[in-house]
């Protein structure tokens, strides 16, 4: 397997003597394997491989005891736990979301049949405008999907009122904020409703992987018979389901992760503030500042680049970075209204700062396992980068 120009599939093992070590955007924390295997032996005797096997059950229950809330149910991914809630919700008409995402966050609000209206987003933390979207609601807003980007939160409080003023239900795309607190209450707390996603790139991971969070039985009842094929009972089929429900051998990862996933964010802590101490004093860079009573779980490292005082651009950083074996990422860029399928609906200059953001951001190399000295590596490239000009 080689690295392609993007950094996927990083092996350190193929690079040639000459060239250096190649440090991915970021690598899957591993359990330890012996520990892997013990997990999944009783799979071999029961073999009882999906549909609400013991690990999903024993999961949901410690995440549930994680994440402090009662309602929740493991998806195949975060995506299909988005699209699980946003159908469980019975929402109809306009949702009021993000640009400045992955496309799965749009992609879930549409292919539920329902029409996306984008907000701003804020200059200085990256998520949502609160007065963006009230300037958005119509009769026809059922909805507010706001995504919290990169291992912070948005401002909760300010679209909880909203939402309170104008009936609306509060979906957060929590795909980036798991184990992200604020003041002591974790992320899941907030609104109607919350996804987090567990993919191999996330802080957390069970291979693939997702969770849907509710408020009361009865909700997380229809997210788990829309998950099944919307069966209710035996011989019964209640609502126009899919198949959204996470495997055995996916939760039995997630038991394993979970075990080490508060010293993974220590450690994640620890890289996140050897850049800082490296680059905060750049001229031309930005760190994502963070925001005060928001304890971070330092899921991505993104740092914006003026090109005029930095001297050269984002896309050439990434393209200098790359050829000396650092893959950084330009999440989200293109911004989701400048996507095939939305471009000739949408005009990106409607939400100005999530345009510029798009074009000025890079997301540095980060993970639980990343070494001091790699992260001196990327931060010395990226200081003569600048120096260069
Ligand atoms: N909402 C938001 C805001 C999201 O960011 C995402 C997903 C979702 C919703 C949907 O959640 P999921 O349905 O995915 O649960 C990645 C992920 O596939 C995606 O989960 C993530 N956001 C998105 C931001 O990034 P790629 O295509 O950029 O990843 P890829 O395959 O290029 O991998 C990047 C690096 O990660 C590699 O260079 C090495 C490392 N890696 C990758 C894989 C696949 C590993 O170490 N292990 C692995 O198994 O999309």
Not at 5 to 20: I, L, W
Not at 241 to 264: I, P, Q, V, Y
Not at 268 to 275: D, K, L, P, T
């Amino acid at each position: 397997m080689t690295l392609d120009a993007t950094g996927s599939h990083a092996d350190a093992d193929e690079h040639s003597n000459d060239s250096p070590v190649p440090i991915p955007v970021t690598r899957s924390s591993m359990p330890d394997f012996d520990a892997f295997v013990e997990e999944i032996r009783p799979l071999w005797d029961s073999r009882w491989l999906t549909n609400r096997g013991e690990k999903v059950r024993q999961l949901e229950s410690e995440l549930n005891a994680y994440l402090g809330v009662s309602h929740s149910a493991l998806t195949v991914n975060g995506h299909m736990a988005l699209e699980t809630l946003l159908q469980a919700f019975e929402l109809k008409g306009e949702v009021i979301t993000t640009p400045f995402t992955f496309a799965s966050t749009t992609h879930a609000i549409v292919r539920s049949g329902l029409t996306p209206v984008f907000a701003d987003i804020k200059p200085d933390d990256y998520t949502i405008d609160p007065a963006s979207i009230e300037a958005l609601i119509t009769p026809q807003t059922s909805a507010i999907v706001p995504v919290h980007i990169y291992g912070t939160l948005c401002d909760v409080d300010a679209i909880q009122d909203i939402a309170d003023r104008y009936g609306l239900k509060v979906i957060y795309d929590a795909a980036h904020a798991f184990g992200v607190e604020r003041d002591g209450v974790g992320a899941a707390a907030f609104g109607d409703a919350s996804m987090f996603s567990f993919h191999a790139t996330k802080v957390f991971n069970t291979i693939e992987g997702g969770l849907a969070v509710v408020r009361d039985q009865e909700m997380l009842n229809r997210v788990k018979h829309l998950q099944n094929f919307g069966i209710t009972g035996r011989d019964q089929v209640g609502y126009v389901g899919g198949n959204a429900k996470m495997n055995e051998f996916s939760a039995a990862m997630g038991l394993c992760n979970l075990r080490t996933l508060k010293d993974d964010i220590r450690r994640r802590g620890i890289v996140e503030s050897a850049y800082r101490e490296r680059l905060s004093q750049v001229a031309g860079l930005r760190l994502l500042n963070p925001v005060e009573g928001v304890a971070s779980n330092h899921a991505y490292l993104p740092v914006t680049i003026d090109s005029d005082e930095f001297g050269v651009t984002r896309d050439g950083l990434h393209d200098g970075l790359a050829i000396q074996g650092i893959y950084t990422r330009k999440y989200f860029y293109p911004l989701v209204t400048d996507f095939d399928p939305y471009r000739e609906d949408y005009d990106s200059s409607g939400t100005p700062n999530a345009a510029r953001l798009s074009n000025e951001v890079l997301t540095l190399p980060m993970y639980a396992d990343l070494q001091i000295a790699d992260v001196n590596r990327v931060c010395d490239a990226i200081i003569a980068a600048g120096a260069a000009v």
